[in-house]
């Protein structure tokens, strides 16, 4: 079964279970996933374009509980937190930091990078060699650790 199936599966047995918050999250994904396959007419939306729509909501969702609680509005960041969790279940498992870290000093050597300056080059190829599967932040924050 491919992500789409599972996401109108799953927004099948919210509705069964009267789940209105788990229903609302994922009915928001696939409105967004409605939009993209509209942005890529007359091709096909792929997995990896799937994965990519659930990734930037993922992001927008951590964004917002950063913000929210900044604010001093715990009630929104709870809801943020709790449609993150839903979003996270779609996206394949993510590589650990110490995973990362040994891709980060094996990319660092093989491009002879010492410096800041260079650091878009490693984290480009790091994000090629983890295919996606490593958040981006914690491969930025090892590079610029190692490039100092």
């Not at 079964?1 to 509705?15: V, Y």
């Not at 967004?32 to 659930?54: F, H, T």
């Not at 010492?114 to 932040?137: L, R």
């Amino acid at each position: 079964m491919g992500l789409k199936e599972k996401i109108l599966e799953d927004i099948k047995t919210a509705m069964k279970n009267k789940d209105a918050d788990r229903l609302s999250a994922i009915r928001f994904l696939q409105s967004a996933l409605k939009y993209r396959e509209i942005e890529l007419r007359p091709n096909p939306m792929s997995e990896q374009d799937i994965i990519g729509v659930v990734k930037k909501m993922t992001k927008q969702r951590k964004d917002s509980i950063s913000e929210y609680e900044k604010a001093g509005r715990n009630d929104l960041a709870d809801k943020e937190k709790f449609e993150l969790k839903i979003m996270e279940e779609y996206l394949p498992a993510q590589m650990s930091a110490e995973d990362v870290a040994k891709i980060v000093d094996e990319v660092i050597k093989s491009t002879g990078a010492t410096t800041q300056k260079q650091m878009g080059a490693v984290i480009k190829e790091v994000m090629a060699k983890t295919g996606g599967n490593a958040d981006g932040k914690v491969i930025s924050d090892l590079v610029r650790s190692k490039l100092q």
